[in-house]
């Protein structure tokens, strides 16, 4: 046994070492060994040259490179004056941006603006249940009982019938929700993890425009270093990062030729397609994860959860399961705020200044702190043994760790299963989950 | 003649002792046996146990699991050879490794991945236990069905592919690799 988690404990170590390797990546403050500054400074280098290579720098390379022969050196130098001109024109884009900017910022809330009032004025027009929704929430009553702190408080809720009601409210989530998010509000979570946030309708347009009219919806970014393996650049292409969506980017022309949404970002903002749905096949332990209240309705289909506002029913949020290919290079759910992990795992995985820690269905992820990114899945877990309820199918064959077979073997009053850190006792007759027999 | 008796039931009582001796020594003989498989692993993790240029790896890693088959676990590991992924349709493999259809790789990898250290004879007895067939669970969600051909384990997917177990435990610190000659497909999604 001792041996097994020292083995454990090396890999643990293996994993956390390449962690402080990146920390050179994003330029990190110092603690820790000298590896790590050595590191660092590999890591500063790199990060130099690609820089190098997605500017101009890499035009002006070509151009010199061609010089060898002489037509085709012409026609490169060409291309590089070009690429030059095109370059210039874009600071010029971004000086007209810089001049207009505010301007057109403006024109485009007061449209936004325009829009929501319509939809409002929609809203108190024919659209029925839409305002019997907004005379129940001003008519009856609300009143602010408590503040807590400044951003949750609690309202008094008297419906019609009299009945008295009590809920805490979240502010920002609550203008949030005011706004609606499907003309142009950003979900809440999103918006304040700073990933911005667009339908992916308008995503879709920018697929052969410059990368610069993608970045008037949110900062774009290099992805982290620690995503090179996933979304790797090439002499052809490189990736941008931000707004909910990876761009990719031909180098040649400098426009965006395809782009891979994030999933909790895609669907945002869009009516929920009923077809999407078949809730009767939810694993029962998803309720524990994606409780519903009386704003938030979750819905489960073919391997995704989708958190919808039951007023409207737009989607807030996609949650994909991990069988679903959910996991790296994903947005972490805004919803995941707080460390979950399972008490068998944690002293292999603890929060740290570059990557935390998160338990969702399916798995246990490292999320990159300063892109909300998973940068990758840290433990495969099922969906789990209860004790009292029947031993789920599939486990029929014994599975116990072999550090744990000397103590943990099937006998004909007991079955031991190894199943998410724990070694579960069994009933071979009832085949119910009797115990937890250690913690691994 | 009561004194007589006495020694016969002990006699008895120390033969049914022993016989329950003698079968947990088997299984202690056995765990010994499992746990000198690890301490020889020393700390090889299943990722290095995979050949790094064989497809399996490729596609891991491509789908990020690379770094999970190195963490604690334990798994199990089902590891089709590179002429299995050879045998699927044109360009599959190829398609799995872009970015954009991560996830469908990424089903299919946790479908060859099993929770816990399950070695080819605790399936054999899971399938003797079974009338010839056990159903075994995947970090997918899904579920294959071992069953016998012969004294080879016949794993069967939920498309009813058939893949034939090497029958070797590769003991590693974080679990156990199996060899099989068939690429796994969960299914339709359920």
């Known amino acids: ?32 060994g000298q590896q790590v500054s050595a590191d660092r400074g590999g890591g500063g280098g790199q990060k130099q040259a690609r820089s190098n290579h997605t500017g101009g720098g890499q035009h002006q390379a070509r151009a010199s490179g061609g010089g060898k022969h002489h037509e085709a050196g012409s026609a490169q130098v060409n291309r590089g004056d070009k690429g030059h001109a095109r370059q210039t024109r874009f600071v010029q884009n971004d000086n007209r941006g810089g001049g207009r900017h505010n301007d057109r910022l403006r024109l485009e809330n007061h449209q936004g603006n325009q829009g929501r009032q319509a939809m409002f004025e929609n809203r108190q027009g024919d659209n029925h249940q839409g305002n019997q929704g ?57 918006a304040k ?54 761009y990719r980017v031909d180098r040649h022309d400098d426009l965006i030729s395809g782009l891979v949404p994030l999933f909790g970002a895609a669907m945002i903002g869009q009516p929920l397609n009923p077809y999407y749905v078949n809730s009767f096949n939810q694993p029962p332990y998803y309720s524990a994860f994606y409780p519903n209240s009386p704003y938030d309705c979750h819905r489960y289909g073919y391997g995704y959860v989708y958190e919808t506002d039951c007023m409207t029913g737009l989607v807030e949020d996609v949650i994909p399961t991990y069988a679903s290919g959910y996991g790296i290079g994903q947005i972490m759910p805004a919803s995941y705020s707080y460390y979950n992990v399972p008490y068998a795992y944690r002293s292999y995985y603890a929060d740290n200044n570059d990557y935390y820690y998160r338990y969702a269905p399916g798995a246990i992820y490292q999320v990159d702190r300063g892109s909300a990114l998973i940068s990758a899945v840290a433990a495969l877990l ?45 009933d071979p007759g009832t085949q119910l989950v009797r115990s937890i027999a250690y913690t691994v | 003649m009561r004194r007589s008796l006495i020694p016969l039931v002990l006699a008895a009582g120390a033969l049914a002792l022993s016989a329950c001796n003698s079968q947990n020594q088997a299984h202690k003989d056995e765990a010994a046996k499992g746990s000198e498989a690890v301490k020889q692993a020393g700390d090889k993790t299943i990722a290095a146990g995979i050949d790094q240029n064989s497809s399996f790896f490729k596609a891991t ?56 250290t399950v070695l080819a004879s605790d399936i054999g007895k899971a399938i003797d236990a079974g009338n010839g067939k056990a159903v075994l669970a995947t970090m997918g969600g899904g579920t294959l069905t071992a069953t016998r051909e012969g004294d080879k384990i016949i794993l069967t997917d939920g498309d009813g592919h058939k893949a034939t177990m090497a029958g070797t435990d590769e003991t590693l610190a974080n679990g156990v690799i199996h060899r099989v000659d068939g690429v796994l497909m969960p299914g339709k999604k359920a």
């Open chain 2, 61 to 116: 890693k491509a789908a990020g699991l690379d770094a999970t088959l190195a963490g604690p676990g334990p798994y199990t590991v089902i590891v089709p050879d590179d002429a299995a992924f050879a045998k699927l349709p044109e360009g599959t493999l190829d398609g799995w490794m872009k970015p954009e259809s991560r996830t469908e790789l990424t089903r299919v990898l946790t479908y060859h991945i099993l929770p816990g």
């Open chain 1, 382 to 426: 099922t969906g789990g043994m209860t004790v009292g309820q029947p031993m789920p199918a599939g486990y029929s064959a014994y599975n116990v760790p072999l550090a744990y077979r000397s103590t943990y073997f099937d006998r004909p009053d007991v079955w031991y299963r190894y199943d998410n850190g724990y070694i579960y006792a069994v």
């Open chain 1, 134 to 190: 907004n005379r129940r929430f001003e008519d009856t009553g609300v009143r602010v009982a408590r503040f807590d702190g400044d951003r949750v408080f609690r309202v008094r809720d008297v419906d019609r019938h009299g009945g008295v009601r009590f809920r805490d409210v979240d502010r920002d989530e609550l203008f949030g929700r005011r706004l609606g998010y499907g003309v142009g509000g950003c979900p809440p979570g999103l």
């Open chain 1, 193 to 246: 993890k700073g990933n911005g946030c667009m339908p992916p309708g308008q995503a879709a347009k920018f697929i052969g425009q410059p990368l610069v009219r993608a970045s008037r919806f949110g900062v774009l970014e290099p992805l982290p270093r620690s995503f090179n393996s996933l979304f790797y650049d090439n002499d052809d292409y490189y990736y941008r990062y931000g707004g909910g969506y990876v």
């Open chain 1, 1 to 32: 046994m001792m041996k097994w988690m020292l083995a454990a404990g090396a890999a643990a170590l293996a994993i956390a070492s390449p962690v402080s390797a990146e920390k050179g990546g994003h330029g990190g403050k110092g603690q820790g």
